[in-house]
């Protein structure tokens, strides 16, 4: 699938809080059939992605319902720990905090499952002639030492800051690898998905934004270099898939224990299998290295 006919798909609406009800069957269902319906929810990041695993396991399992929907991954796990989710998509990992309430309410431990690999990716106009940045340039900038493209040897414009909202997991992930935990700059402005954080770039010639790889699309995508030292690197699936790329990360699923939807387990299975994870490629995300999905994929066999 090319980049243009996968952007074609991606929306803001569907991005942010969306729903998306995916059946394989008509409405009219009977009511044990219905009551196999599994949610989803979470990630923003991940939506789409939840969305076209969605699509093809309902059309191979006639009569289950998967309902995925986003508002990101903060929400998601909040969802786990009110018990209004099956599953919660996330695109950082959940805080011991969190983790430690589930326990407290269910008695049973989180199970976290990595589904796929992500290079948070860095945006710019497609006319800017930046081409890459230190993780240490890319901390300036968001923490507003750095307000100038010049400083950067980009032209002689101020720079626009646009950030996901902090309920989000992208955001979360940012904030600890990239600003180190320092605070993003006042100017900062902040929008509801990864979508319209392209799109807002895609507009501005003096724009910097930052989400998930398998949106970058219609914007220029920097190579990030770890130090001043270091070659700059390209978010590519080789890249991500051995650390080299200096931030990558796992996009998880949590489940509170093993599901007690049988549905719910033999979606995870059919995620890790070769057939789900080449979705994850389809979709523009990265499937996880082999080896480790083998592992994952006899773990949630042994959760049967």
């Known amino acids: 699938m090319n980049a243009n006919s996968r952007w074609s798909r991606i929306t803001s609406s569907t991005i942010a809080a969306v729903s998306i009800v995916v059946m394989s069957a008509c409405s009219s269902r009977a009511p044990s059939e219905r009551a196999r319906a599994v949610t989803v929810k979470g990630s923003d990041t991940m939506v789409i992605l939840g969305q076209r695993w969605a699509e093809i396991y309902m059309q191979k399992h006639p009569g289950a319902v998967i309902q995925v929907t986003g508002g990101g991954s903060g929400t998601g796990i909040a969802a786990l720990i009110n018990g209004t989710t099956d599953i919660a998509q996330s695109s950082r990992p959940i805080k011991p905090s969190e983790a430690e309430q589930v326990k407290a309410k269910f008695g049973v431990d989180v199970i976290e499952t ?33 307000t100038n493209w010049k400083e950067v040897g980009g032209p002689d414009l101020p720079i626009v800051l646009y950030s996901r909202e902090n309920n989000s997991g992208t955001y979360v992930y940012f904030k600890e690898h990239v600003l180190e935990n320092a605070d993003f700059a006042p100017t900062t402005q902040t929008l509801p998905g990864t979508a319209a954080v392209i799109n807002a770039v895609a507009k501005d010639p003096k724009a910097i934004g930052y989400g998930g790889v398998a949106y970058g699309v219609g914007i220029k995508t920097l190579k990030i270099k770890k130090d001043d030292a270091s070659p700059a690197i390209a978010p590519t699936l080789e890249n991500v898939a051995t650390g080299r790329y200096p931030i990558s990360r796992e996009l998880y699923f949590y489940t509170v224990g093993k599901p007690g939807n049988p549905v719910a387990r033999d979606f995870i299975r059919w995620v890790l299998s070769p057939e789900g994870q080449a979705i994850v490629k389809e979709v523009g995300y990265y499937p996880l290295p082999e080896e480790k999905r083998h592992e994952l994929a006899r773990r949630w066999e042994q959760h049967e």
């Open 114 to 146: 990595p589904v796929a690999l992500d290079g948070l990716a860095v945006y710019v106009h497609e006319s800017n002639p930046v081409s890459e940045l230190s993780l240490a340039q890319l901390k300036a900038i968001y923490t507003g030492r750095l």
